[in-house]
C-alpha cells in the first residue's frame, strides 16, 4: 500500500512569482510615508516574513493599533498592481490539478493575509483543490517558526513527515524543516545556494510529478 502524503504550498514565489511586484508595491508604499528600504533589507527581513514582524523595523514608532491598517494599505497596493495570471509560476496550475486527480489532499500556507490568498488562488481558479488555506492570521508566530505548517498538516489530518512543502525562501524553508516536513526549495526568488538545506530544490513545476513528490518523501524518511 502507497503511504498517505499530503503537499503544502507556500504562495508568494510558489504559486505566483509575485516577491518583484511585492518589491516594487512596499517601495511606492513607503515613498507614501517619506521612507526607504534597501534590497537587502527587502530580501533579508520582508521576503516570507509577516508584514507584523517587517512594518516595526521600517516605521519604528509605529504604534501596535496601526499595524493591521499599514499592512492592509500595502497589500491593497499589491493587488492592484499585481496578476496572478500572468505571474503564475510555469507548471503549477498543471502539478495541482494532476496531485488533485490522485487525491493528494493539498494545503497552502502563506505568510500573506488572506485577502491576497483570496485574489491569487481565485483568479487562478485553484481555490478548490487546497482543504485548507493557512494565512498570516492563523498563527501568532509566523515563519521561521514552525506554526503555520504543523497546522496545516493538522488541517490535512496528517503529521508533518507526511507532507512535503514547496517553499521559496530561507525563512520558509526554515518554517518547514523545524516543523518537520520534506521540504522542496523553489528558485523563483532565491538560488539554490541560499536554499541548500533543502532537501530538494527546483526551477519551477513544469518536470514535477506526483510520484516524484511521493519518492522525495520516500528518500526523506529513509
Given at each position: 500500500m502507497k503511504h498517505m502524503f499530503g503537499v503544502i504550498f507556500d504562495m508568494d514565489g510558489v504559486i505566483v512569482d509575485s516577491n518583484p511586484v511585492h518589491k516594487k508595491s512596499i517601495r511606492v508604499f513607503c515613498e507614501r510615508y517619506d521612507t526607504e528600504v534597501s534590497d537587502r533589507f527587502l530580501v533579508d527581513r520582508v521576503?516570507?516574513?509577516?508584514?507584523?514582524?517587517?512594518?516595526?523595523?521600517?516605521?519604528?514608532?509605529?504604534?501596535?493599533?496601526?499595524?493591521?491598517?499599514?499592512?492592509?494599505?500595502?497589500?491593497?497596493?499589491?493587488?492592484?498592481?499585481?496578476?496572478?495570471?500572468?505571474?503564475?509560476?510555469?507548471?503549477?496550475?498543471?502539478f495541482i490539478r494532476e496531485l488533485g486527480r490522485a487525491s493528494v489532499p493539498m494545503a497552502v500556507a502563506t505568510s500573506a493575509p488572506a485577502s491576497n490568498s483570496s485574489y491569487i488562488l481565485g483568479e487562478l481558479n485553484i481555490q478548490n483543490y487546497f482543504r485548507a488555506v493557512m494565512h498570516t492570521s492563523d498563527v501568532q508566530r509566523g515563519k521561521p517558526a514552525p506554526d503555520i505548517y504543523e497546522k496545516a498538516a493538522s488541517k490535512l489530518?496528517?503529521?508533518p513527515a507526511q507532507c512535503v512543502v514547496f517553499e521559496d525562501s530561507p525563512?520558509?524553508?526554515r518554517a518547514a524543516k523545524s516543523a518537520g516536513c520534506i521540504t522542496v526549495g523553489v528558485t523563483t526568488t532565491y538560488s539554490d545556494k541560499v536554499l541548500k538545506d533543502c532537501s530538494r530544490v527546483i526551477e519551477n513545476f513544469e518536470q514535477v510529478t506526483t510520484e516524484e513528490v511521493r519518492l522525495w518523501l520516500s528518500e526523506g524518511r529513509s
Amino acid at each position: 500500500m502507497k503511504h498517505m502524503f499530503g503537499v503544502i504550498f507556500d504562495m508568494d514565489g510558489v504559486i505566483v512569482d509575485s516577491n518583484p511586484v511585492h518589491k516594487k508595491s512596499i517601495r511606492v508604499f513607503c515613498e507614501r510615508y517619506d521612507t526607504e528600504v534597501s534590497d537587502r533589507f527587502l530580501v533579508d527581513r520582508v521576503f516570507g516574513r509577516k508584514n507584523s514582524d517587517w512594518l516595526p523595523e521600517v516605521f519604528e514608532s509605529i504604534k501596535s493599533e496601526d499595524i493591521e491598517r499599514l499592512s492592509e494599505e500595502k497589500e491593497e497596493l499589491f493587488r492592484e498592481m499585481f496578476d496572478p495570471i500572468k505571474y503564475q509560476v510555469p507548471g503549477v496550475k498543471e502539478f495541482i490539478r494532476e496531485l488533485g486527480r490522485a487525491s493528494v489532499p493539498m494545503a497552502v500556507a502563506t505568510s500573506a493575509p488572506a485577502s491576497n490568498s483570496s485574489y491569487i488562488l481565485g483568479e487562478l481558479n485553484i481555490q478548490n483543490y487546497f482543504r485548507a488555506v493557512m494565512h498570516t492570521s492563523d498563527v501568532q508566530r509566523g515563519k521561521p517558526a514552525p506554526d503555520i505548517y504543523e497546522k496545516a498538516a493538522s488541517k490535512l489530518k496528517l503529521s508533518p513527515a507526511q507532507c512535503v512543502v514547496f517553499e521559496d525562501s530561507p525563512t520558509g524553508a526554515r518554517a518547514a524543516k523545524s516543523a518537520g516536513c520534506i521540504t522542496v526549495g523553489v528558485t523563483t526568488t532565491y538560488s539554490d545556494k541560499v536554499l541548500k538545506d533543502c532537501s530538494r530544490v527546483i526551477e519551477n513545476f513544469e518536470q514535477v510529478t506526483t510520484e516524484e513528490v511521493r519518492l522525495w518523501l520516500s528518500e526523506g524518511r529513509s
